[in-house]
């Protein structure tokens, strides 16, 4: 009876071992498996996902309209703004403008207004052009943005005509 019992236990012991090899033997291939996708998500996540696209960084100066200069044939009355000298923002140096400029208004009627409002209007332009750093004054789009802001200003003042344009008769930046 004994050899029974210790082949009985033998055969247990040999199925426990069995079993519990097999047992080891399906978690190793489970975790085998687990690594070999997470190897490939990380894989597929680093170096197959496509570039983020940049967005570009605009400049808001660049989205103020700018009027266009018509080449009529027919030219408006034209009012001269003598030279005006301003200090402009600088971060190193002091920085300044001189300039003059010339009005086109579009009807004779506007023209004794702007006569009459010129302190008016030169303290605009005296503030447009004060409130410009000399990096935006130094270049064309800048110049083309004080226009059309100057534009929009001193026609907000006149009630009889409007400005067509605005031409720079004379414009230092130093």
Known sequence: MAKEDKKKNDTEEGSEEGGGGKKKLIII??????????????????LLKPDPVEEEVIDPGLAVPVPEITQSNEIGPM??????????ISEEDSHYVKASLTLELNKEEALEETNKRMPQIRDAILLLVGNKTYE???????????KAEMLSKINSFL????????????????
């Open 29 to 46: 291939i489970a975790a085998a498996i687990i690594f070999l996708l997470i190897i490939g998500g990380a894989a597929y996540f680093f």
């Open 79 to 88: 009012v001269e703004i003598t030279e005006f000298i301003v200090n402009i």
């Open 136 to 146: 935006e004054l130094h270049d064309l789009q800048g110049k083309k943005q004080l």
């Open 159 to 174: 009630q009889n005509g409007k400005v067509k344009a605005i031409y720079f008769t004379d414009f230092v930046v130093q």
